[in-house]
């Protein structure tokens, strides 16, 4: 099993910035892919951003495409959101995701996911 913790979330005024991270722990060695998606009130579950614990690919969804990064410190068995020049619109839970599928399989079967995290708030004010 893995488990996977986030931590980061917060307040923050539109344009302004924050990092969420996200450690996971159990059998982490079999950990392929991971990635941050995020629900909004009354919206579906969207992915936000992807990344490979291998070869470090990553994938965006495009409304974040220039403003969020994700990395990846495997030997912290963390991964980590940075989110930049923040909008209102980005108001969510965000959740962290791992599976055992690589990365291609995994967009391959549209990012569906078998772990999760229990989520972190992100709030921005306008």
């Known amino acids: 099993q893995v488990q996977l913790v986030e931590s980061g979330g917060g307040l923050v005024q539109a344009g302004g910035s924050l990092r969420l991270s996200c450690a996971a722990s159990?059998?982490?060695?079999?950990?392929?892919?991971m990635g941050w998606f995020r629900q909004a009130p009354g919206k579906e579950r969207e992915l936000v951003a992807a990344?490979?614990?291998?070869?470090?690919?990553?994938y965006y969804a495009d409304s974040v495409k220039g403003r969020f990064t994700i990395s990846k410190d495997n030997a912290k068995n963390t991964v980590y959101l940075q989110m930049n020049s923040l909008k209102p619109e980005d108001t969510a839970v965000y959740y962290c995701?791992?599976?055992?599928?690589?990365?291609?399989?995994?967009?391959?079967?549209?990012?569906?996911?078998?772990?999760w995290g229990k989520g972190t708030l992100v709030t921005v004010s306008s």
């Open positions: 159990g059998r982490t060695f079999s950990i392929y892919v």
């Open positions: 990344v490979s614990r291998s070869s470090g690919s990553t």
């Open positions: 995701a791992a599976d055992l599928k690589s990365f291609s399989q995994a967009m391959r079967a549209q990012w569906s996911m078998n772990y």
